[in-house]
């Protein structure tokens, strides 16, 4: 299975800033997923990532708000633009195939102050 | 669209007890997978089994087995032999749409192994 690397493992925020968070994959994949996991919630897609084109997003997140690169195969990043209290969550990417299970970085827990 | 539900928000057992965690879903789809996850205190998902759904032979991993019941859209967690380890949020979660990647997850299930 994929090897998954995201940076910043954790990170305290000020409201009204943003924060750029990294996923780096050990091989090319086609797509990769951020989700978003709110305090003792389960996680919610926030958007597909797709190398080439812009990124796909799920009802209920914007780009203006959530903005994703994806500069090539192996690479995305997930900025948390404007960051507010309700922003405070953790954060995962993942890479899968078509029915096949996805592998999990080991998320970025945010704090927003 | 797809749904995967989880009726036990939390359950705790004794060390070397046997546990099952229920997951019941709705689909119109004929083909798919089910996956059950992980997630530990350390917050890392980690993909403890998955079952195709052609598939009549229920998946088996170590400890873990899982009970799929497709006409009843049933798929429940058997952990045998519990360890404190084992103490985590179990996520069962399903594509959202037939073919795709992204998936859909339960609300989870807190367990707790006690010594």
């Known amino acids: 299975s994929a090897v998954i690397s995201q940076k910043p493992s954790r990170d305290i925020c000020q409201r009204g800033t943003s924060l750029t968070i990294q996923c780096q994959v050990d091989s090319q994949v086609t797509m990769m997923f951020w989700y978003r996991q709110q305090p003792g919630q389960s996680l919610t897609l926030i958007a597909t990532a797709n190398q080439g084109s812009e990124a796909t997003y799920e009802s209920g997140f914007v780009i203006d708000k959530f903005p994703i690169s994806r500069p090539n195969l192996t690479f995305s990043t997930l900025t948390v633009s404007n960051m507010s209290p309700e922003d405070s969550s953790i954060y995962l990417c993942s890479v899968g195939g078509t029915d096949q299970p996805q592998h999990f970085g080991d998320g970025t827990r945010l704090s927003i102050l | 669209a797809q749904t995967v539900t989880q009726s036990q928000p939390e359950m705790s057992v004794q060390e070397a007890e046997t546990v099952t965690l229920s997951c019941t879903y709705d689909?119109?789809?004929?083909?798919?997978?089910l996956f059950w996850y992980k997630q530990p205190p350390s917050r890392q998902m980690i993909l403890v089994i998955r079952q195709e759904a052609y598939k009549q032979q229920n998946a088996t991993e170590n400890r873990f087995s899982v009970n799929f019941q497709k006409a009843a859209k049933s798929f429940s967690l058997k952990i045998s032999d519990s360890q404190l380890g084992d103490t985590a949020m179990y996520f069962c979660?399903?594509?959202?749409?037939?073919?795709?990647?992204?998936?859909?997850f339960g609300q989870g299930t807190r367990l707790t192994i006690n010594p």
């Open positions: 689909t119109s789809e004929s083909n798919y997978y």
């Open positions: 979660a399903f594509p959202s749409i037939q073919g795709a990647q992204k998936l859909v």
